[in-house]
């Protein structure tokens, strides 16, 4: 075949995984608010939109991610709509891509010993935070019975200290530190066994179905999609910041950084897995495993 005719075929499935994008993310994507604004989009278009970076490369991730922004924006506007925003997202979906080409033929021993560390890392660190908060006298109703000007955070742990900063001058501060508290202790936790789930399924499956430990790629997925969501949720926070929402200036850039860095784990540690089953059903079908193979070889 042609590369021509390979060019046009992977441009026609970007764009169908481009419309499935789109679709999902006006009909069930919705944002979970931050100090009145919205600030974390929460949904599973991403999905779609990534598969592109991972079966074609980093060009084809690049304008699908960034179309499914602008186009996303013009079906559902939220808010102002900010370019910057959208090469951001166009910057990562070629991140990704380019990360799942540098590591998709890495030993994945290797991959899942790096991934293990990490959710090691992530598992305790949640624990730790539990136990700061508790030590520390931060729960939900935390502002109910102390009054602002009596709180002293020179003594508090340093979780504590970014989220009542965080918090404290909001218009919801007992809400707003409910939903921090989660993302700090049980979203951390939950990422933390979510990738070891992940890794004891690779396993398995690569032993028990392909009969050889190193040709799992789960962990390869995970570092990438993981890796250049990070990357767009720490430049997304700087334009956010000096931007739009003028509420986060007053904030320690740690203090906005964290929650969605760990959301951002959370949910791509989940993608990685419906990724990773899309990606063997398109392996599965003989004429659509020739693109990926064509793409590979170049």
Not at 105 to 127: W, Y
Request: with cysteine; net charge positive; charged share 15%.
């Amino acid at each position: 075949m042609k590369d021509s005719s390979f060019h046009v075929r992977r441009i026609t499935i970007s764009a169908v995984f481009l419309s499935i994008s789109l679709v999902l993310k006006t009909t069930f994507s919705f944002y979970i608010p931050m100090f009145g604004q919205n600030g974390m989009s929460i949904g599973i278009s991403g999905i779609f939109s990534m598969m592109p970076s991972i079966l074609f490369g980093p060009v084809y991730g690049a304008v699908t991610s960034g179309l499914s922004d602008f186009l996303g924006y013009l079906l559902k506007p939220a808010g102002a709509y900010i370019p910057l925003m959208t090469l951001v997202v166009a910057a990562g979906g070629f991140i990704r891509g380019a990360l799942w080409a540098a590591l998709r033929n890495k030993d994945s021993r290797k991959m899942r010993i790096a991934v293990a560390v990490c959710s090691a890392l992530l598992l305790a660190a949640g624990i730790c935070n539990i136990a700061f908060l508790s030590a520390d006298g931060l729960d939900s109703g935390f502002y109910d019975h102390v009054q602002k000007e009596d709180i002293n955070t020179d003594n508090m742990h340093l979780v504590s200290r970014m989220l009542i900063t965080r918090t404290i001058d909001t218009k919801d501060p007992s809400g707003n530190l409910a939903t921090y508290m989660t993302f700090v202790t049980t979203g951390v936790i939950g990422s933390a066994v979510l990738g070891i789930l992940l890794l004891t399924a690779d396993l398995f499956i690569s032993k028990k179905f392909l009969h050889d430990t190193r040709k799992g790629q789960i962990s390869q997925l995970l570092i990438a999609m993981v890796g250049s969501g990070l990357i767009v949720t720490t430049l997304n926070t700087v334009v956010l910041r000096e931007t739009i929402f003028t509420a986060w200036k007053v904030l320690p850039f740690a203090a906005i950084w964290i929650p969605r860095a760990i959301e951002e784990i959370l949910g791509n540690t989940v993608k990685a897995y419906f990724v990773a089953t899309l990606l063997n059903i398109f392996k599965s079908q003989r004429g659509l495993n020739e693109l990926v193979d064509k793409h590979k070889r170049h």
